[in-house]
């Protein structure tokens, strides 16, 4: 299933309008906001139970509770009320939900506080219901999903550390392309811990963590950056393949649709995430130039990669960061 | 003191868990604590800026009239650590639904961070158990001084946001929550 789609689920009294274009979409955020409700007018419709109910989209949005199957063949958007997700906790059961969702055509809307470490969901993708408005007479509430952790461009920082989600290709990178400390964090749970460790020893550290899964640690990571008194610059693209596709490097390619508009074709059937995607398409892309070293491996970056007007065109994307 | 099991499915204290609708709905049911002041504020801040008309009607921000039941899980899970808390009422301690329960316990993952100025009310008057089952900061979004968080799973005493984060990451507490 590719493409992005609006959503609106309305009956008299109040309407939630969303747009929906991966995979997974985490609601969560304050009591009191509205997020059970979404959920039992969506049962309802789904149900038959409630006619007022009225869900304005261009693929069916269906509820579901329990052990309700889902759907592996037909397109359709899925959401889950906190009371089944709970179900999922442990391990066994979270392994036995993700093979039932890996290969379904659905996106799937998960409402719930808990973090999912196994999901790979993207930081953007986490919202919050607003109420954006209060209609006429009758006071029609309109809410709309909100992200909670958006975009925000920040000031380029000179850290004195960098620190990488893992060992791999990014980790590679910034080894062969800065002269301040490069740490790896060996795994994106373990980010806030490796933050926490170099507190004390760094007055600038910015971190760099692929976003497109980065989702599972964000609450974590906002609460050790809101807290400490080191100043902490978390820059989290897509993923480090993303920065690369999107460098001069791959600009003759004609990749700017893919990456603009990626939810027009990372298939949510094939991939869990768009990490996944932005990694699939690299190594496509990388196979197109001539010579064998410029295949992309994500567990040792070749020599094509690190020459220096190549380093160059990969720094060049991140803007934040300023050369040390 | 708020007595916090930070890893949700650690909890050793025996303690039986609650999902707060059916804590609620089953246990809550004195009318004079659904018109207390606290009550009040905790329906307006954690269930949407709903006001209480009487113990049986609550009204909506649209107008609509809701009974108790209907108030949100984060909302019930709140008003049951307070007016319930970790001891089983008088009224149910012989009631063999309980045989062997020595009390209950939350968990923090039903309520938003909106709750956590409640909660924190409620652990500066008395001893109060819980867990989570998400990232929780009891100390965020909260403007009350003198609050104590015992980690149960170390046994620290923590009195700010501060040094309860260094013991929660330094032992790994959030790791796969």
Known sequence: MVGKYLVRVSNARQSVEFEVQRKFTILRGDSGTGKSLLFSMVWNKTHDVDKSIHIDSKVPLVAIQGNEPISTTRKCIVIIDELTLNMYKSKDNMKSFINRVRHAEAYFILISRYDFSAIPYSILEIYELLLESVIGKRKLHRYVFKRVYPWVEGTPMLPDCIVTEDGNSGYQFMCNSVSCDVVSARGKSNLSKKIKELEGAFKNIFVLADGAALGPEAKKLQELVQMSKTKINLYAPESFEFLILSSEIFKSQGLSSLLEKTYMYADAKKFMSWEQYYFDLLVRASKKFNYSDAIYSKTKLSSFYLSDANKRYILDTIKELLIC | ?177
């Open chain 2, 1 to 177: 003191m708020l007595k916090l099991w930070v890893r949700g499915s650690h909890c050793k204290s025996g303690l039986l868990y609650m999902q707060p609708d059916a804590c609620f709905d089953q246990l809550f049911y004195l009318e004079e604590d659904m018109e207390t002041d606290f009550t009040k504020r905790v329906l307006w801040e954690c269930n949407g800026k709903t006001e209480i008309l009487n113990y049986a009607t609550i009204k909506k921000p649209t107008g609509e009239l809701i009974s108790p039941e209907k108030i949100c899980s984060g909302a019930k899970n709140v008003l049951c650590m307070k007016y319930i808390g970790n001891e089983i009422p008088d009224d149910f301690k012989d009631s063999e639904v309980f045989e062997g329960v020595s009390g209950f316990i939350y968990d923090i993952l039903w309520s938003g961070d909106n709750c956590n100025q409640y909660i924190a009310e409620i652990a500066l008057e008395k001893d109060l158990e819980v867990k989570s089952s998400r990232v929780y900061q009891p100390y965020s979004r909260v403007d009350l001084e003198g609050l104590k968080v015992q980690i149960m799973e170390t046994g620290d005493v923590v009195t700010d946001g501060e040094e309860f984060l260094d013991i929660v990451i330094s032992n790994n507490l959030w790791d796969d929550i």
